[in-house]
């Protein structure tokens, strides 16, 4: 069945207008007609049934039927990359969105080589990867800011996971032993510099991790760091 997020409030009758995209969508690509069925959430209040009450390709109206599925949250996971470039950054959020990644954080780094990126866009891409992988929520995408201000206003209970490629510290499942809050954090394609590592390396919270032997493009690091935290100690487990 066709799943779409929506914002509205869901509840029996419900009337939910769709945007022109959606609209557009049901009617030009799927070939919906009045009637049909499909799947709606909103990450507050589950899956739900809703049928086409009106549909055309600028504009469509749902109806809410019966709750199918009830709320329920994944892993308290964020997934901090430096920026990188637009396709492998794409990438790493549609990836982060299907791993379960609660939020992702683009930041700005040393060796960062952009300072800026079109955060409707990656939401939009966190929001159709939610819609196809079957989760009631949809990962939050953050404006960029710098490594050093994100560190200085760190959550203090949450545990960040700092995957280093000098390839000294244990292995992720060695170094993640424990559930809770915890941050994901994937350098530049240039890496961190050596600045960064030392200040990482004395955080109390972090804890240095190796992704192997072999030096992984950006995309490849967080699709490899979430599935091993998830593994480790998230809902895969």
């Known amino acids: 069945m066709i799943r779409l997020f929506v914002p509205h409030d869901l509840s029996p009758g419900a009337a939910l207008d769709l945007d022109e995209g959606q609209s557009r969508y049901l009617a030009a690509v799927m070939r919906q007609a009045v009637g049909d069925e499909v799947a709606v959430f909103n990450g507050r ?43 492998r950054l794409e990438t790493i959020v549609e990836k982060a969105a299907e791993l379960g990644a609660r939020r992702v954080q683009p930041v700005v780094t040393e060796r960062t080589n952009a300072d800026h990126t079109r955060v409707d866009r990656l939401q939009a891409i966190a929001v159709e990867a939610s819609e196809q992988t079957g989760r009631l929520d949809v990962p939050q995408v953050l404006e960029p800011v710098k490594l050093e201000k994100l560190l200085a206003g760190w ?10 490629e000098a390839g000294d510290a244990a292995p992720v499942l060695g170094a993640v032993k424990a559930g809770g809050p915890w941050a ?48 480790a100690v998230g809902d895969w487990a």
């Open 184 to 231: 994901i954090l994937i350098g530049p394609e240039g890496g961190f510099s050596a600045r960064e590592r030392e200040t990482l390396r004395a955080l109390p919270y972090a804890v240095p991790a190796s992704l192997g032997p072999r030096i992984l493009r950006a995309d490849t690091a967080a699709i490899s760091a979430l599935t091993l935290w998830q593994a």
């Open 45 to 87: 209040d589950g899956e739900w049934r809703a049928t086409l009450a009106k549909v055309g390709k600028k504009a469509a109206t749902l109806t809410a039927l019966s709750r199918t599925r009830a709320q329920a949250v994944g892993p308290d996971l964020d997934l901090i990359v430096a920026l990188v470039k637009r396709a």
């Open 155 to 164: 959550d203090m209970g949450r545990q960040l996971l700092f995957c280093d």
